[in-house]
């Protein structure tokens, strides 16, 4: 089927000990000229939407996909389509899920111009799927919620369709991953809900003695001086806003500022794959580590 095609070009150039990893093959898909930049706003799901949905099949996930309405300026409107994917909880007692959300959808192409979104956010679209395989096989006394999300770039729609459905269902919480790319600093940063306050050297711990560190901030106007960025509010600056907004604890991951945002450099090439592993690999801690903590659990 051709939203399965990606770029033979860009395999070929790929070592072979990369190419093995589940997680470098999602990248390259989703930032190839192919997917075309993952637009969103057509009636029909882009065909980076059908490729998340495989992706979520493959390790036994119940996957579905939820599509809405939103405005485009004053007098039209588009068409948004989120992949839900859920893995079900087997315990006899369930409590309330994790919602992990990352948002698939770019600028799309503007002519002969094609904007990759690696960063933006091909890398949380990765992680989160590799954190869905890292998690096959096991078992968990909550379901844990996987969101692609649609039409964020236009104003976090995909997010707030979510969380309008889901409406007084209780969420322990939301994971949020929107730009992971990790370069010269080594340090992922976090925003999160006060109520995860006593918990902060419990996140923190997950990324001991690895390359990139976490650090934590409970405040988005802290972050925004501690990353020089006084402009940016951190808070609603992408789709746990929503979340927050519904009065639902999150914890949003990204790597800060990025030079090469919203541009046709937000390329492939500028993603190192190894950080990016040890990334997943320590947000998957992060979420094990949360979902066996029932004592903070009111739901």
């Given at each position: 089927?051709?939203?399965l095609?990606?770029?033979?070009?860009?395999?070929?150039l790929?070592?072979?000990?990369v190419?093995?990893?589940?997680l470098?093959?999602?990248?390259?898909?989703?930032?190839?000229?192919?997917f075309?930049?993952?637009?969103?706003?057509?009636?029909?799901?882009?065909?980076?939407?059908?490729?998340?949905?495989?992706?979520?099949?493959?390790?036994?996930?119940?996957?579905q996909?939820s599509?809405?309405?939103?405005?485009?300026?004053?007098?039209e409107?588009g068409?948004?389509?989120?992949?839900?994917?859920t893995?079900?909880?087997?315990?006899?007692?369930?409590?309330?899920?994790?919602?992990?959300?990352?948002?698939?959808?770019?600028?799309?192409?503007?002519?002969?111009?094609?904007?990759?979104?690696?960063?933006?956010?091909?890398?949380?679209?990765?992680?989160?799927?590799?954190?869905?395989?890292?998690?096959k096989?096991?078992?968990?006394?909550?379901?844990?919620?996987?969101?692609?999300?649609?039409?964020?770039e236009?104003?976090?729609?995909?997010?707030?369709?979510?969380?309008?459905?889901?409406?007084d269902?209780?969420?322990?919480?939301n994971?949020?991953?929107?730009?992971?790319?990790?370069?010269?600093?080594?340090?992922?940063?976090?925003?999160?809900?006060?109520?995860?306050?006593?918990?902060k050297?419990?996140?923190?711990?997950q990324?001991?003695?690895?390359?990139?560190?976490?650090?934590?901030?409970?405040?988005?106007?802290?972050m925004?001086?501690k990353?020089?960025?006084?402009?940016?509010?951190?808070?609603?600056?992408?789709?746990?806003y929503?979340?927050?907004?519904?009065?639902i604890p999150?914890?949003?991951f990204?790597s800060?500022?990025?030079?090469?945002?919203?541009?046709?450099?937000?390329?492939?090439d500028?993603i190192n794959?190894?950080?990016?592993?040890?990334?997943?690999?320590?947000?998957?801690?992060?979420?094990?580590?949360?979902?066996?903590?029932?004592?903070?659990?009111t739901?």
């Open positions: 089927m051709q939203w095609r990606i770029s033979t070009l860009l395999l070929l790929m070592p072979l000990n190419l093995s990893s589940a470098t093959r999602d990248m390259v898909v989703l930032t190839s000229p192919d075309e930049g993952r637009p969103s706003g057509a009636k029909v799901p882009h065909r980076s939407a059908f490729y998340i949905m495989r992706q979520f099949e493959k390790p036994g996930l119940d996957v996909i599509s809405f309405e939103f405005k485009r300026g004053f007098f409107t068409t948004g389509h989120n992949v839900v994917a893995k079900h909880c087997t315990s006899k007692e369930c409590h309330a899920p994790i919602v992990i959300t990352a948002h698939y959808d770019h600028l799309g192409s503007s002519g002969y111009r094609h904007y990759p979104g690696a960063n933006d956010n091909a890398t949380g679209v990765a992680v989160m799927m590799d954190i869905a395989r890292r998690l096989g096991i078992q968990l006394d909550r379901n844990i919620v996987f969101v692609a999300t649609d039409a964020e236009k104003g976090l729609h995909g997010a707030k369709h979510y969380v309008a459905q889901i409406g269902d209780p969420v322990f919480m994971i949020n991953l929107d730009m992971l790319s990790i370069q010269k600093r080594n340090t992922l940063y976090a925003l999160a809900s006060k109520d995860f306050k006593p918990l050297t419990q996140i923190e711990s990324f001991s003695n690895q390359l990139v560190q976490l650090t934590v901030f409970f405040s988005s106007k802290r925004a001086r990353l020089n960025a006084p402009k940016i509010d951190w808070l609603r600056a992408s789709d746990h929503p979340f927050h907004r519904a009065k999150f914890i949003y990204g800060g500022l990025d030079k090469n945002h919203h541009s046709t450099d937000d390329s492939l500028k794959l190894e950080k990016l592993a040890q990334v997943s690999k320590s947000i998957t801690g992060v979420v094990l580590s949360l979902a066996s903590v029932n004592a903070s659990d739901n």
